[in-house]
């Protein structure tokens, strides 16, 4: 049998499979809301997605932490709570945040 070439491509793959993502794990922490328009503000939602309810509109500059983010469709959702207000919590656009 020829099992021992086949261990160190296994190993291989599960580093690789279950290894986590550098971009996600360096996302987390605090950012704040940037690059929206003058007269917008960034909408924070109850869910990953424009098809959720919008709980409140962020201003340019709001403090947040991201707990956790994912890709719905073509955007990547992060789960937030206002840095001033934890209890505030929902989903915003990645495109919208910048690390602090």
Same mark, same amino acid.
């Given at each position: 049998m020829r099992i021992f070439p086949l261990v160190?491509?296994?190993a291989l793959f599960l580093g690789v499979a279950f290894s986590p993502d550098?971009?996600?794990a360096s996302s987390l922490g605090k950012h704040e809301v940037y690059g929206v328009a003058e007269d917008d503000m960034l909408k924070l939602r109850a869910g990953p997605g424009t098809g959720y309810s919008v709980i409140v509109g962020l201003p340019?500059?709001?403090v947040l932490r991201v707990h956790?983010?994912?890709r719905t469709g073509a955007t #990547?959702?992060?789960k937030v709570s206002l840095d001033r207000a934890r209890g505030l919590k929902g989903y915003v656009s990645w495109a919208?945040? #910048?690390k602090i």
């Open positions: 160190p491509l296994v550098p971009a996600l340019n500059g709001t956790s983010c994912e #990547r959702w992060c919208y945040l #910048r």
